[in-house]
């Protein structure tokens, strides 16, 4: 893969983090436990100005030293249809995945199942209008298609937001929103959440709203630092942490361990002269990854690379390297559901038991 802009011209780049792949390339390390089943249950693929990131570059990473079994891939805005009505087009997304899944099904890319399961993007503030759009999303996605992410991420500092996403606040509690979230649970269909430290709380009452439906929330809760939040570690991790342990009490919600190498989180893996070690990332994840175990066990939790988003700040094998360190102390059991088994029976796919 070459140097990349994470997206030249488009107004998130900001919020992105480039991809340096000489500058990955100065880190190298043995790979601990090759042999231990991993299913990647969050990454992406798109092609985008300055930013390709599609099967290829995928398999390049996968295939980089640990044993990666199957990925579910998580919408990102990628190959949304280009005419059509505007609540329709992210299934074209859903149409695109489901041809990459079907390639890497055939087994001439090798032995990892890649986009296994699929999570698309459909407007739940549409109500009970968003039925069609989901119907349309779980034809296109054949088998595949496991759940929707519907983006709430808001913060009252507009610095830290994404500018590709424009949520307002609240919307988890919105009538027409809940109205959606209710069609989807009928459904079938799982919800990712991502959102921010900041509105968990938020999700929490979601969850008690519906208690039969299936919620994962993405990259432990999203702990904002910088902006506002720049040096307030420290500040944040108390309510962040009060805040998981609340949610973590309703059953139907798991969590994602991932997603702390964005710019976000203000760790600033990527201003250092090398990249980090994986005895480095564990040593700064430690707190995080160890209150989410903690408060959800492994039985739902789920470790997720979110690339190639997190490769601006370290590698893949690098990165799946700094969750076995954190995982030393597990039972094989709890590493084969940290691993697999979690995000196996959450988006119910085939390959792991």
Known sequence: MTETSSSAAAPSAYYYLPIRQSWLDRRHEPILDPDLPIVDPHHHLWDRPGWRYLLDELLADTNSGHNIVATVFVQARAMHRGSGPVEMRPVGETEFVNGIAAMSASGIYGKTRVCAGIVGHADLALGVRVEPI???????????????????????????????????????????????????????????????????????????????????????????????????????????????????????????????????????????????????????????????IAAFGSSRSMFESNFPVDKGSYGYPIFWNACKLLAKGASSEEKADLFAHTATRFYRLDMIG
């Open 134 to 292: 989901l119907q349309a999303h779980i034809r296109a996605g054949g088998d595949r298609l496991r759940g929707i992410r519907h983006i709430t991420a808001w913060d009252a500092d507009a610095s830290v937001r994404n500018p590709a996403y424009n949520p307002p606040p609240g919307l988890l509690a919105d009538n027409s929103f809940r109205e959606g979230f209710a069609v989807l649970a009928r459904l079938g269909l799982s919800f990712d959440a991502w959102l921010f430290h900041s509105q968990i709380d938020e999700l929490t009452n979601l969850s008690r709203a519906f208690p039969d439906a299936m919620i994962v929330l993405n990259h432990v809760g999203g702990p904002i630092g910088i902006g506002a939040y720049s040096g307030k570690h420290k500040e944040v991790f108390p309510r962040w942490a009060k805040s998981i342990r609340e949610l973590a009490a309703c059953p139907n919600v798991f969590v994602k361990i991932g997603g702390l190498g964005m710019r976000l989180g203000g760790f600033g893996f990527h201003e250092q002269a090398e990249p980090p070690s994986s005895e480095t990332l564990a040593a700064t994840w430690r707190p995080y990854v160890e209150t989410c």
